[in-house]
């Protein structure tokens, strides 16, 4: 097990008072919430009650939440759902470029069944731009799905300003926030939200349970086909003990937000200005104020990043990369591509992602461990060799 | 997911660094696929008396590296020619399918040291072809 983990925007472990929350009803309230005696009315209730605290912590009304099976299910319902409803005969969907996989491989689905898709570039700190939005709508479009903040470089979008537009322009205004629930204020009507994504297990809740917020009103084709769960738009018996950890688990975060946000934000900055005053020829990625309160991603130059992941891994530290090698594919992440570096220094980031039980020890140790195996890894490195011979023909 | 042996070779890696005045240097792969290998030889009347490796890469490239450096040390030319993917993937008792590709970058780093040794002394090394020359980016050293 790594005594220090920073992955925490991969997943989280379930916490204690969310884990006791959902214990009775694996056993003691084990009814379908669909039948009608007793033994189903408190798993019923119960399913009813998270809903209630998933609404009331983004700002919605109880029955435009519809819990599914993880935050990938809700972008794909959301892409395809609004495609079938409202672009009938193809249509036209905009998107940006640094999308979550659920999202973008849901577009290309959908262009391969027809419809159109715009990809929006961001710039170098990872934002979509206003004007460039405004100019890539369409007549025929019907859907603007962006993120609210990236689960790679941490850069939140301007998605009151995104749903402003969009609600201007009457396009429907989708956005993935599993990485940003939880660590921000979300209020749908506040952000002209018309859809939103989230999943439970990045917000110390279980695995296997998401969300999808529809605004009252959108038209949206079901995904699942069956029985009459979630008003008849998902079908499916309720994954009650996961729809219990998720309300329990969005109640708490949401309470402990602000105080919690300012320690993540500590603790941040102090790795932040630690490896970066440590290791030289280093990169921050994302945008420096404009980023999710535990994001960390650095680009270290002429190095790779899973050699870095394994030699964390050796010292106890779990922590990610957007490296070709960890990925299974050939090419770096499509986020820091997008953002404008070249293949090597996208090939060498890492992101370290800090949650509620990181301290100030583990930023401290992360700092102490990391620059000894950059040099080491640099010694190895043909690059860095170039690169100091090169210098060393430009001083002569 | 990686053997102990690969495991051994990427935390203690063997003959990493460079030989000055060397017989033979190949570089191979390139920045966009996120491996360079580099292989540096050394070698006197046919034999291999040393090698060393740079080598820019994942746990499986470098461990491939270093392998591959202590297999062709000591070897003849002809020997060291038969040194395959396979055998440096044998050698490190497998690596997972999607790392394959990282062996055979040590046999063409490899190959391309012979190749640069056969030039430089204008002799002709039977069966062996000429490296897919190393895409150097040069904005590489140039940006910021």
């Known amino acids: 097990m790594n005594k220090i983990y920073m992955d925490n925007a991969a997943t989280t472990p379930v916490r204690k008072e969310v884990l006791e929350a959902m214990l009775p009803y694996f056993g003691e309230y084990y009814g379908n919430p669909s039948s009608l005696y007793q033994t189903a009315a408190a798993s019923k209730k119960a399913v009813e009650n998270a809903r209630e605290q998933v609404a009331k912590a983004l700002g919605a009304k109880t029955e435009e939440i519809y819990f599914t099976g993880c935050g990938t299910e809700s972008d794909n319902w959301a892409l395809t759902g609004a495609a079938e409803a409202y672009g009938k005969n193809g249509g036209h969907i905009i998107t940006s470029a640094i999308e979550h996989h659920a999202v973008l491989h849901t577009c290309q689905y959908l262009e391969s069944r027809g419809y159109d898709v715009t990809y929006l570039p961001v710039d170098e700190d990872g934002l979509i731009s206003i004007e460039e939005l405004e100019k890539a709508i369409r007549p025929e479009t019907f859907l603007i799905s962006i993120m609210l903040a990236n689960n790679e470089i941490g850069t939140i979008q301007p998605v009151k300003e995104i749903g402003l537009l969009a609600r201007e322009r009457k396009i429907i205004f989708h956005t993935d926030a599993v990485q940003a629930v939880g660590h921000m204020p979300i209020d749908v009507n506040e952000l002209n939200i018309d859809m939103l994504s989230m999943s439970a297990h990045k917000i110390y809740g279980p695995k296997g349970v998401g969300a999808l917020y529809v605004r009252k009103g959108i038209r949206l084709k079901s995904f699942m086909h069956g029985g009459a769960q979630e008003r008849s738009r998902r079908a499916g018996t309720e994954n009650v003990p996961g729809v219990v950890g998720l309300g329990k688990a969005i109640e708490l975060i949401t309470a402990e937000m602000e105080e919690e946000n300012k320690k993540l934000i500590s603790l941040r900055e102090r790795l932040i200005e630690g490896l970066m005053s440590a290791i030289p020829y280093a990169r921050l990625n994302g945008h420096r104020e404009k980023r999710l309160p535990g994001n960390v991603n650095i680009s270290f130059e002429f190095v790779e990043g899973e050699s870095i992941l394994i030699s964390l891994d050796f010292k106890g530290i779990a922590a990610s990369s957007g490296s070709a090698c960890t990925s299974g594919s050939l090419d770096p992440s499509h986020v820091l591509l997008a953002i404008g570096l070249p293949h090597e220094k996208a090939h060498g980031s890492v992101r370290f992602t800090l949650g509620m039980y990181n301290t100030e020890e583990d930023a401290d140790e992360v700092i102490r461990e990391l620059p000894p195996i950059i040099e080491k890894l640099r010694k190895m490195s043909p690059l860095y060799e170039d690169f100091i011979s090169n210098q060393s023909y430009a001083h002569v | ?144």
């Open chain 2, 1 to 144: 997911m990686y053997t102990e042996k690969v495991m051994d070779h990427f935390m203690n890696p063997r003959n990493v660094g460079e030989i000055e005045g060397a017989s033979g240097v190949g570089t191979v792969g390139n920045p966009k696929c996120g491996d360079i290998m580099r292989v540096y030889l050394k070698i006197k009347n046919s034999i291999v008396e040393d090698a060393k490796f740079k080598t820019f890469g994942c746990g499986a490239a470098v461990a491939t590296s270093s392998m591959a450096t202590e297999l062709v040390k000591g070897k003849s030319i002809q020997d060291a020619l038969k040194i395959t993917n396979k055998a440096v993937l044998e050698a490190l008792d497998g690596l997972p399918p999607a790392k394959v590709h990282c062996s055979l970058l040590a046999e063409e780093a490899l190959q391309a040291a012979l190749w640069d040794y056969s030039k430089k002394n204008n002799i002709v090394i039977e069966g062996l072809k000429e490296p897919v020359p190393y895409e150097h980016e040069e904005e590489l050293v140039e940006q910021e």
